[in-house]
């Protein structure tokens, strides 16, 4: 038996719009690919996005062991990880998508390293934006965690580690 597969017009992202790309990166990615002769620019633009959303987001699960969904966000991880989607989706509008390239130069006859190639992946802005949420951070905390992500208030400034170092002297 044959599986049908997936509906492509089923893959929306869940964090950001075609319009917040518009209005962050001032580019309409409906006219771009209307442009380019697509036959459904706003499906195509809406699975661009989710792309995007989605490998970032398996990125950051590969990398740092941490899985998450919208919810089990705090508003301040949700603000910065919209902003460092909008700057990664941004980045490989102009650029193409490096995590797919073979890395094979044809002038110089020459094969980039993995690792350059992983690093050039994801954008400088998207990750500052990751790391100063607190979402791209391989550190082990002793604290309990919560949908994958440290329970951190919007106020806890110093991670917590006052309450911790506390609660360790008092027993």
Request: with cysteine.
């Amino acid at each position: 038996m044959v599986s049908k597969g997936f509906d492509v017009t089923e893959l929306k992202p869940n964090f950001i719009t075609v319009d917040d790309f518009r209005t962050y990166g001032g580019v309409d990615l409906i006219n771009e690919f209307s442009q380019k002769g697509m036959a459904n620019p706003s499906i195509t633009a809406d699975v661009f996005l989710y792309r995007v959303e989605t490998r970032l987001k398996a990125y950051i699960d590969t990398n740092t062991f941490r899985r998450y969904e919208r919810n089990t966000l705090n508003s301040i991880q949700q603000k910065y990880f919209c902003m460092a989607l909008l700057e990664q989706a941004y980045y490989v509008y102009r650029n193409s998508d490096i995590a797919s390239d073979s890395g094979y130069d044809p002038d110089k006859g020459i094969i980039a390293e993995k690792e350059i190639l992983q690093d050039l992946a994801i954008s400088e802005p998207a990750k500052q934006y990751l790391i100063a949420s607190g979402l791209w951070s391989k550190q082990i905390k002793p604290r309990l965690r919560t949908g994958g992500f440290w329970n951190l208030s919007e106020q806890d400034t110093d991670g917590g580690f006052d309450n911790i170092y506390s609660e360790a002297k008092d027993k």
